[in-house]
C-alpha cells in the first residue's frame, strides 16, 4: 500500500486548513486508523477472512461501533465480491470513500436567520465543555451579530459564575438569577430583553444533566415550550454538546436529548485528547445530524466549525 500522501506547502501555510492543526490534534484518534491501517493493509496481504476480522476489532477499538463497523465492512466486502477491489490498498481507498460518503451529510455550518432574535438552545450533560463552548461559539459571532446571553442553568452557582466570567471577557450582556431560580423564567425574561435590545442572537445555557434523570429533562423541555411559546419557530438551533472521549454512551445521550428537545445540530468537543474519535462516523450513520462544531483543544480557536472533506483527509490521508 502506498504511504498516505503528506500535505503540500500550501496545505501547511494554511492556517485554517485542518490538514495541519486538526491533524496534529487529532493525532489519537489519527493512531488508530491511519498507523493501524498501514500495518494491517501494507504489501500483498490477501483479501481473507484474517484480514477482515482485523479490520472489524481496528475499527471497533476506535469506537466507530458495531452497526457502522458492520456497514461498512458489508460495503467493503461486497466491492471485493464484484471484483471492483483486489489488493488491501484498494480496500483503504474504499473505506475513506465509504466513511467519506457517511460524513458529507453532517457537513452543514450554522447558520443564523433573519429571526430576530435567532435563539439557539445549549444542552448536555455535566462535563463536556457546554458553557465553554457556547463563550467559543459567542465568540466566533460577535463580530458579525449583536448576542444575549441566558444562564439558565441555575441547578449550579458555578455554572452561572463561569457564565458571568465569559460574558465579561467577551464584553456581552447577560440575563441570570441566583442559584436555583426558575430556569425557565430566567429564558422568559432573557427572551424580553433580547427584543427590548434588538439582539440578533439569544444564546441560552441549560444545566448539565444526566440524559437518565426524568425530572431534569422535563425542566428542558418546559424551557422550549416557554422559548416556543414566545416565537412558534424558536428555538431556532438545538445545540446539543457531546464529549467525544465517552465514545459509544454519546449515542446514548443523544437519542435521549434529541427524544426530549429535538435536537438540530451538535458540537463534539475533546476529539484531540481521545482515540475514540470514531464515534463522529458512527453519529454520521445513525443520525445524519449536522455537526456544527468540533473541539479539538482549550483555546478559543480550537472549536472550528466541522468539515467534512478536511475532517476525512486528516482522518485518513488520501494515499
Request: glycine share 6%; hydrophobic share 45%.
Amino acid at each position: 500500500m502506498t504511504p498516505p500522501r503528506q500535505p503540500s506547502s500550501s496545505e501547511n501555510n494554511r492556517p485554517s486548513s485542518l490538514f495541519g492543526r486538526l491533524r496534529d490534534k487529532l493525532a489519537a484518534t489519527q493512531k488508530q486508523f491511519t498507523d493501524g491501517l498501514s500495518t494491517l493493509l501494507l504489501g500483498k496481504r490477501a483479501l481473507d477472512e484474517s484480514l477482515f476480522e482485523e479490520l472489524e476489532t481496528l475499527l471497533l477499538s476506535a469506537d466507530v461501533g458495531v452497526e457502522t463497523t458492520q456497514f461498512l465492512l458489508r460495503d467493503v466486502t461486497a466491492k471485493v465480491s464484484r471484483h471492483e477491489i483486489s489488493d488491501s490498498a484498494a480496500v483503504y481507498n474504499a473505506l475513506r470513500q465509504s466513511i467519506s460518503a457517511l460524513m458529507q451529510p453532517c457537513g452543514q455550518q450554522l447558520t443564523i436567520t433573519s429571526a430576530k432574535p435567532f435563539v439557539i438552545m445549549v444542552v448536555g450533560v455535566n462535563g463536556v465543555g457546554k458553557t465553554t463552548t457556547i463563550a467559543k461559539i459567542a465568540q466566533r459571532l460577535k463580530a458579525r451579530h449583536s448576542i444575549l446571553l441566558a444562564a439558565a442553568d441555575t441547578f449550579r452557582a458555578a455554572a452561572i459564575e463561569q457564565l458571568k466570567t465569559w460574558a465579561a471577557r467577551l464584553d456581552l450582556p447577560l440575563i441570570a438569577q441566583h442559584t436555583g431560580a426558575d430556569a425557565a423564567a430566567v429564558v422568559h425574561d432573557a427572551l424580553n430583553a433580547a427584543r427590548a435590545r434588538a439582539s440578533d442572537i439569544l444564546i441560552v445555557d441549560t444545566a448539565g444533566r444526566q440524559h437518565t434523570q426524568s425530572g431534569l429533562m422535563d425542566e428542558l423541555k418546559k424551557i422550549r415550550r416557554v422559548i416556543n411559546k414566545s416565537d412558534t419557530s424558536a428555538p431556532h438551533e438545538v445545540l446539543l454538546v457531546l464529549d467525544a472521549s465517552t465514545g459509544q454512551n454519546a449515542l446514548s445521550q443523544l437519542t435521549h436529548f434529541r427524544e426530549a428537545v429535538g435536537v438540530t445540530g451538535l458540537v463534539l468537543t475533546k476529539l484531540d485528547g481521545t482515540a475514540k474519535g470514531g464515534i463522529l462516523i458512527a453519529i454520521a450513520r445513525q443520525t445524519g445530524l449536522p455537526i456544527r462544531f468540533i473541539g479539538v483543544g482549550e483555546s478559543m480557536d480550537d472549536l472550528r466549525e466541522f468539515d467534512a472533506d478536511e475532517y476525512v483527509d486528516a482522518l485518513l490521508p488520501a494515499t
